[in-house]
């Protein structure tokens, strides 16, 4: 079976930091794009950021741009975000997601291999 676990949530302080993980197991995760989304309370999921399989190429919400890192250690079959001045509006559930490509964007629809989802609250 593919799995993703998303690991690294918790709470922080606005202005803070946190780094998540995706581990994946079942398959390569090499071979596959990934992405990051996330659900605030009330919301609809959206997407935060996307890499590469190579981890060549990445994209980010305009509302993480410059605040947020995502990056891939395919040796560890592992994905991270680096998340940098959090805020509030950044609480929410992170869930990461694969694609079968080398890249895919921001669309829901172009993942299959979904995580459970890691807490992320942004609160003093």
């Known amino acids: 079976q593919l799995q993703l676990v998303e690991s690294g949530g918790g709470l922080v302080q606005p202005g803070g930091s946190l780094r998540l993980s995706c581990a994946a197991s079942?398959?390569?995760?090499?071979?596959?794009?990934i992405g990051w989304f996330r659900q605030a309370p009330g919301k609809e999921r959206e997407g935060v950021s996307c890499?590469?399989?190579?981890?060549?190429?990445?994209h980010y919400a305009d509302s993480v741009k410059g605040r947020f890192t995502i990056s891939r250690d395919n040796a560890k079959n592992t994905v991270y975000l680096q998340m940098n001045s959090l805020k509030p509006e950044d609480t929410a559930v992170y869930y990461c997601?694969?694609?079968?490509?080398?890249?895919?964007?921001?669309?829901?629809?172009?993942?299959?291999?979904w995580g459970q989802g890691t807490q992320v609250t942004v609160s003093s």
């Open positions: 890499i590469s399989s190579s981890g060549g190429n990445t």
């Open positions: 997601a694969a694609a079968e490509a080398d890249f895919a964007g921001p669309s829901e629809t172009q993942y299959a291999y």
């Open positions: 079942g398959f390569t995760l090499e071979d596959y794009a």
